[in-house]
């Protein structure tokens, strides 16, 4: 799927919005946020899935650091992120070709309040857990339950606008909620199901290593060493793998996770064999590093997907409740000194475009120039609050690619000055007199972080500015993120095509106090708020996108993050064995993160 069918997509749900939309009070066998979904009842695979693939095989991965729990759903411990999507199932699943969709997985039908207000799944009854015992409501309304008020932060949020959870009739669970949120339905339909039993006499919010999850997902963890590697093997009883949504999907036989202490170990690695498939970030790396022995033999491939997805927000965040960065005027300052040209000419050859919003790349970014129509109509009741971009227009500074970078220095250094800031003896101080200086946090094993930062780092010198930086391991690193413990860190946010509930995680002013959860920047912001707001209540295409668009430049006018690049590919390399279908959908890269359409055959 490329860009023109992303385009009828959009037309799609621009028509439906047009004539209303659909009354979801009756089972179905999926929910789109708009309309219909676009797979009918009787469809026999996902378009972008392979229903001939055969079974067999391994997949081996590299990650860089460490792990200390199996629990991918509480606040505490370092977690392979691949366990939540491998090692877990939920009631619905998600179709990557369709960004407000979803297709019932354990739940054989789904039934909806129009307008909101509650949610009904219906279990099917061959639905099974790992050591054979059946999925059932009691399980669902036990890990709804526990994941809401023990769970990690991401699942707190949604639960509060729960009002009840209970068993309808032998299979079925309805949620009521308490005000009307139409993607609520969704949501819930997404939450990972446990097997409650497991869990008796056990402290949910501390368990690590101790508990080896039962689940009713493809794969197992049928073998660990903390730190070291985590292994998933496919389970041949699994009881799912005739359903028209996961025919042709996880059929390798072994999925397995090997950790490194850095990138240079882990490529030397992938180079020997020791992991078979391994994804490059850095575009130089790999025009140059990628043609050895194993390569010029066809033994290993090269592979680019493209993906339609917004950038999401990679760079160097920094931390407003720290006062080195409370003036929006010194974050500004940052980023005029950070000299992206110069910097990604070093790094990826200048190959890599600069993320310049945080839905960039996709129709939900914001437009260049003055808010316009809805967008401008949505942020007006806050334009007394606004930082300047918001409504004007918000740009990154280009820099000549120079190292020098004059004219942002020059810029960064009249920021400063505004900000009450002044050189004295070559040193950057306060109205205090104290030198103005900060902690900039990485994680070991960032190797290519380290070289950006060392690059930064000569550029702040110019204004006087000497930050100190340190590197820890990655207990540490998440030891001190979850309490706020820095000023300024690597930050990446992925996000959808669908962006909604989660936002609230991600910068609602709640999380911004709230240890452990993913507003590393401490926003609090009331015209951040109302445009959530106005996503979770749009009942059409138009208003939805506006007050996404209008989410953008507040975000963005914000300075909150130094950006750096995005690729619009993801570059995997493999053996050949490994093998993924010719079909892509928008998502095109998930097939790097989540394995599920991959599969492994012998060449001929």
Not at 549 to 561: I, K, M, Q, W, Y
């Amino acid at each position: 799927m490329r860009a023109d069918c992303f385009t009828r997509f959009f037309a799609t749900l621009g028509a439906i919005a047009i004539l209303g939309t659909t009354a979801w009070a009756e089972p179905q066998h999926g929910i789109a946020m708009y309309g219909d979904p676009a797979l009918p009842p009787d469809f026999a695979h996902l378009p972008y899935a392979n229903p001939d693939a055969p079974t067999g095989g391994r997949v081996v991965t590299g990650e860089v650091g460490s792990f200390d729990s199996l629990n991918p759903h509480s606040r505490l411990g370092s977690v392979p992120w691949q366990l939540r999507f491998l090692a877990y199932e939920s009631l619905m699943g998600r179709s990557y070709g369709e960004p407000f969709t979803l297709y019932g997985l354990l739940a054989e039908s789904v039934e909806a309040d129009p307008e909101g207000l509650w949610v009904e799944f219906h279990l099917r009854p061959e639905a099974r857990f790992s050591d054979g015992s059946p999925v059932t409501v009691e399980d669902v309304i036990w890990s709804y339950e526990t994941l809401g008020s023990e769970g990690h932060p991401r699942y707190r949020s949604a639960w509060e606008n729960v009002a009840a959870i209970e068993p309808v009739g032998e299979r079925g669970i309805r949620i009521t909620f308490v005000e009307a949120n139409r993607e609520m339905a969704l949501l819930m339909g997404m939450r990972p199901i446990l097997k409650a039993a497991q869990w008796d006499g056990v402290d949910f919010a501390t368990s690590g290593l101790d508990i080896v999850p039962i689940t009713s997902a493809p794969y197992v963890i049928t073998d660990y060493e903390a730190g070291r590697y985590v292994s998933l093997t496919r389970n041949p009883d699994y009881w799912g793998a005739d359903l028209p949504f996961r025919r042709g999907t996880n059929v390798i036989d072994e999925v397995r996770l090997e950790f490194f202490g850095d990138a240079t170990a882990m490529f030397e690695a992938f180079t020997s064999g020791l992991i078979n498939t391994i994804r490059e970030t850095n575009a130089a790396n790999w025009e140059q590093n990628y043609d050895f022995p194993r390569v010029q033999s066809g033994e290993v491939v090269k592979s680019l997907i493209p993906h339609q997805r917004p950038t999401g927000m990679t760079g160097f965040v920094m931390n407003g409740r720290t006062p080195a960065f409370e003036d929006w005027r010194v974050r500004e300052a940052m980023i005029q000194a950070f000299n992206f040209e110069f910097i990604n000419q070093t790094i990826n050859g200048g190959s890599e475009p600069r993320i310049t919003s945080y839905f960039a790349n996709s129709v939900l970014g914001m437009e260049s120039g003055p808010a316009q129509g809805r967008v401008a109509e949505f942020l007006e009741p806050f334009a007394d609050t606004l930082l300047p971009g918001a409504l004007e227009g918000y740009e990154m500074p280009v820099s000549d690619g120079s190292e020098a970078n004059r004219a942002g220095t020059r810029a960064a250094l009249s920021l400063m000055e505004e900000a009450g800031y002044s050189i004295e003896n070559g040193v950057m101080v306060g109205p205090d007199g104290e030198p103005f200086s900060f902690e900039i946090l990485l994680q070991q094993g960032s190797s290519e972080n380290q070289s950006i930062i060392n690059i930064y780092v000569e550029a702040l010198s110019r204004l006087g500015i000497s930050p100190r930086i340190s590197t820890v391991d990655s207990a540490q690193y998440r030891e001190r993120t979850d309490a706020f413990d820095f000023d300024m860190t690597y930050y990446r946010r992925g996000l959808s095509l669908s962006p909604g509930n989660e936002q609230r995680l991600y910068w609602g002013c709640e999380m911004a106090e709230t240890q452990g959860s993913r507003n590393l920047m401490g926003v609090c912001n009331p015209a951040i708020e109302a445009m959530i707001d106005r996503m979770l209540t749009s009942d059409n295409l138009e208003d939805y996108q506006a007050a996404v668009r209008a989410l953008d430049r507040v975000l963005t006018s914000g300075r909150h993050v130094i950006p750096i690049w995005h690729s619009p590919v993801s570059r995997i390399a493999h053996v050949r064995e490994l093998r993924y279908p010719g079909t892509l959908p928008i998502y095109g890269d998930f097939l790097n993160f989540h394995p599920d359409v991959w599969w492994y055959e012998e060449a001929e």
